[in-house]
């Protein structure tokens, strides 16, 4: 009886040491990894010619446990305008037992690139655990934030001369599309126009331009903005005095000055944030006739007629004289 419970008591005894080292192995087969990268944040200059498109971050790969660990790395962004490159090319890496393993990630932004920032997520994934598919998936990752710097850069482009046409009839603000912008930058701009010297230069002639104070223009874009030249409102006349007359009566005058053009909020990258625009003016002055091709008369020239109180007091005795005559024949 004896010798039998210790039989039993030794079959136990073995069991919970099978068990026991079953469970270690177990939790010792189980993989694991780290990843943590540096710098977590990268900016670009993305202009052209611009030399600092290219940086490297080096992200530490760390297998925790006491097995050798192949573990391979991935990438992932969603935008074109981002270029990942691990070192050597390599995204399978060993990474012994209690070990850690540094990669150099360089990562290469496009040139021209849209202003924005970009999540670029690196990740680390077991592939293998001591030469064996792990047991289940083990993966971690850091989240890197890239951003491009913005960088303004436009030209406007005008007519030379531009040629405008003014007639006696109408003298105010005539329309012109003749300012054409091009947004070469890699964001949303707004633009203010200064127009102080070419308002100088109108104001003798009682003449003035009008444009609109801002425009906004999306970047890879262009636009045609409208303007208006002419007298500087109804009550006002342009002022033809010292104008060249032509031999058909026509009046001429040529106008040189300057628009300014300027970035409302200019980034930290000018490459063309103030633009001065030459202007030159031809403008013509058209004398419009009347319909019946006789200048018009004013109110007293009508009250002034030849002939008019005449012929009103002839047709007066005429009705009076037609009055009468039905007036006898109702008595007959």
């Not at 573990?71 to 890496?93: D, K, M, Q, R, Y």
């Not at 030459?278 to 008369?297: A, H, M, P, R």
């Not at 007091?313 to 007959?332: D, H, P, W, Y």
């Amino acid at each position: 009886m004896v010798r039998s419970m210790s039989k039993i008591g030794i079959v136990a005894v073995l069991f919970i040491l099978f068990t026991s080292v079953g469970s270690v192995q177990a939790q010792a087969a189980a993989p694991q990894v780290e990843i943590s990268c540096t710098p977590l944040n990268m900016t670009f200059d993305v202009y052209p010619g611009a030399t600092n498109i290219t940086a490297e971050t080096i992200c530490t790969i760390a297998n925790p446990t006491s097995n050798e660990e192949k573990i391979e790395l991935n990438e992932s962004h969603g935008t074109a305008e981002i270029l990942v490159e691990f070192a050597g090319g390599n995204v399978v890496i060993d990474v012994p037992a209690n070990s850690e393993v540094n990669v150099t990630i360089t990562i290469t932004a496009s040139e021209g690139a849209e202003s924005a920032s970009h999540d670029l997520e690196i990740t680390a994934t077991v592939i293998e655990l001591n030469g064996t598919p792990p047991p289940n998936v083990a993966s971690d990752s850091d989240d890197i934030m890239v951003t491009f710097n913005a960088y303004d850069d436009y030209t406007v482009v005008c007519n030379d001369p531009i040629v405008i046409s003014i007639n006696s009839d109408y003298q105010h603000p005539n329309k012109f599309d003749y300012f054409s912008i091009s947004n070469n930058g890699n964001y949303n701009t707004m633009l203010r126009t200064i127009t102080t010297d070419l308002d100088e230069v109108l104001a003798p002639y009682n003449m003035s331009l009008s444009i609109d104070d801002y425009v906004s223009i999306a970047s890879n874009e262009s636009e045609q903005l409208s303007s208006m030249l002419g007298a500087y409102d109804e009550w006002y006349e342009v002022n033809k005095s010292s104008w060249e007359v032509l031999d058909n009566g026509t009046r001429l005058l040529y106008i040189n000055s300057t628009i300014l053009f300027e970035t409302v909020h200019p980034p930290s990258i000018c490459i063309q944030c103030n633009q001065t625009v030459d202007l030159n003016f031809e403008i013509y002055y058209v004398q419009i006739e009347s319909n019946s091709g006789v200048e018009e008369t004013t109110d007293e020239e009508d009250k002034a007629v030849p002939g008019f109180e005449l012929s009103t007091g002839i047709l007066s005795i005429v009705c009076a004289v037609m009055i009468a005559n039905r007036k006898l024949g109702r008595i007959e």
